[in-house]
């Protein structure tokens, strides 16, 4: 179904927010409108924003995209609900969802708010890491999206569809609970791997001339922008802690074999996680 | 200076002695012995070794080049010493240097052994993985050089640098401390990330949905070969237990940030460890 969108708005314009400039812009005939508290003179001079965002023109939004970091999200959200016009959307693009759901929870506007959360990132961060193609076949997470009205679902769901996502939909708390897992645990093992090896190798000549393509690839999240990641950490600090509680348990029971030198032992449980290759196959498919 | 090389032996047709026999043939004019207990005939079939390395033309090879598991190269090294004729040389390919260079110490042709450790691989393994640039550029560490003879180590030197690999020297002992950091650990902490994860969500579809990139790319190094990885685990355990408490440590601080609730103290941490940017892009340079 083809979908009237002219005016899109967008705040937060770093790497999610810009992306998401750049896609629309290259997929649709629309405006697009940014505002972003620190990058606002740089989205401009890269061209991601037609105009400024704000309270003035606010209410003229077909779409507004809220794409800060997610201790913020619940807030902005809440007064941009009450000055948009009443057939638009909200979506946000945080990687928490399920304190936010709380935050917006009883606002009389909460059926123009859709929960989303895109797969898609990369460890650079800012509009100048903003680029067109970041969406296309990635996956993205719709939550509690019967809270959301089923004729602005379907308008997300035509933008979405236009940039070429996947969508599947879940349950606020579950997406946070699968998601430490997935995502939040990983880049915690990756910085924490970044910091030991830092810390332990004041030559910093020894990690580059000895390090190969394992490591990089095993700290490339390390990179990732401490004002984003750190939201995300405390947001969802409960789920993390279990997840990283799990992670310590097989650290520590992989030393107890390697004290006690069962080889047999570590070999077969590298084995079973070589079935590992079998879901990342399907990941980049 | 054009060193004279007819006929290299492999023992050992995995990603690493492959990838040697490929680029080796693609450099030079040779002749191309190879063996391997398990994988022959497949290496066999793609061609690459001439002929089969034996007991009886093992005294006819100028260099025999050693990749097999890293627990295997000691006894291996001290047989073949006894065979090869006085000019010949042998290096070996393995990830921990020290209990080879023990197990070698007093074998009376020692000046003809070569402790180097080519930083090159992938995850992948066996003949099929093998690759032509695997070595390009990359950097080769020879350990304890005072102890091979000075016109063999010419000849060594003479091989890698036509592989067009970067030499840097060390101490065999030194290389495994080091080594533990900036390899072995990623290998542990990637294996106990992937097994968390499958552990925790017994629903594999959940971690392809929702897993991105950042997820592909710190677990990519659970694929690696168990065949490979127990015995390097092992043989360098007292380095790797060591560089283990450093991540455990490092680990349980951040969750107890994470309890205490300490956003500035964990966006500070976050903000030095990205210091590791400017160290990978130095690898990758």
Same mark, same amino acid.
Request: proline share 3%; with cysteine.
């Given at each position: 179904?083809?979908?009237?969108?002219?005016?899109?708005?967008?705040?937060?314009?770093?790497?999610?927010?810009?992306?998401?400039?750049?896609?629309?812009?290259?997929?649709?005939?629309?405006?697009?409108?940014?505002?972003?508290?620190?990058?606002?003179?740089?989205?401009?001079?890269?061209?991601?924003?037609?105009?400024?965002?704000?309270?003035?023109?606010?209410?003229?939004?077909?779409?507004?995209?809220?794409?800060?970091?997610?201790?913020?999200?619940?807030?902005?959200?809440?007064?941009?609900?009450?000055?948009?016009?009443?057939?638009?959307?909200?979506?946000?693009?945080?990687?928490?969802?399920?304190?936010?759901?709380?935050?917006?929870?009883?606002?009389?506007?909460?059926?123009?708010?859709?929960?989303?959360?895109?797969?898609?990132?990369?460890?650079?961060?800012?509009?100048?890491?903003?680029?067109?193609?970041?969406?296309?076949?990635?996956?993205?997470?719709?939550?509690?999206?019967? *809270? &959301?009205?089923? /004729? +602005?679902? @379907?308008?997300?769901?035509? !933008? #979405?569809?236009?940039?070429?996502?996947?969508?599947?939909?879940?349950?606020?708390?579950?997406?946070?609970?699968?998601?430490?897992?997935?995502?939040?645990?990983?880049?915690?093992?990756?910085?924490?791997?970044? *910091? &030991?090896?830092? /810390? +332990?190798? @004041?030559?910093?000549?020894? !990690? #580059?001339?000895?390090?190969?393509?394992?490591?990089?690839?095993?700290?490339?999240?390390?990179?990732?922008?401490?004002?984003?990641?750190?939201?995300?950490?405390?947001?969802?600090?409960?789920?993390?802690?279990?997840?990283?509680?799990?992670? +310590?348990?097989?650290?520590?029971?992989?030393?107890?074999?390697?004290?006690?030198?069962?080889?047999?032992?570590?070999?077969?449980?590298?084995?079973?996680?070589?079935?590992?290759?079998?879901?990342?196959?399907?990941?980049?498919?």
């Amino acid at each position: 179904m083809k979908q009237k969108i002219d005016k899109i708005g967008i705040i937060g314009l770093g790497l999610i927010g810009g992306s998401f400039a750049r896609a629309l812009k290259n997929t649709m005939n629309i405006k697009i409108y940014g505002n972003d508290k620190f990058h606002l003179q740089e989205a401009k001079k890269l061209g991601l924003i037609d105009e400024q965002l704000t309270d003035e023109n606010i209410s003229m939004m077909d779409i507004i995209i809220i794409a800060t970091p997610v201790n913020t999200i619940g807030e902005i959200s809440k007064k941009i609900l009450n000055d948009i016009h009443p057939n638009a959307l909200i979506f946000d693009t945080g990687s928490t969802k399920h304190k936010i759901a709380m935050e917006i929870h009883n606002h009389p506007k909460r059926d123009q708010f859709l929960l989303a959360h895109p797969i898609a990132g990369t460890e650079y961060s800012g509009p100048s890491a903003a680029y067109e193609s970041l969406y296309e076949n990635k996956i993205n997470i719709l939550c509690d999206t019967e *809270k &959301t009205r089923k /004729d +602005l679902l @379907k308008k997300a769901w035509y !933008i #979405f569809e236009a940039l070429k996502m996947k969508i599947i939909r879940m349950d606020s708390k579950e997406h946070d609970r699968h998601i430490a897992y997935v995502s939040h645990l990983s880049h915690i093992s990756s910085f924490m791997l970044g *910091k &030991t090896v830092m /810390d +332990l190798e @004041k030559d910093e000549k020894n !990690i #580059f001339q000895m390090a190969g393509s394992g490591f990089a690839s095993t700290v490339r999240l390390a990179k990732s922008s401490p004002d984003t990641w750190t939201p995300i950490f405390m947001e969802n600090k409960e789920n993390i802690i279990k997840a990283l509680d799990e992670y +310590l348990e097989n650290l520590h029971l992989f030393k107890e074999m390697l004290i006690k030198h069962e080889a047999p032992k570590i070999k077969n449980q590298l084995k079973e996680t070589n079935h590992i290759k079998n879901i990342i196959d399907k990941l980049n498919s």
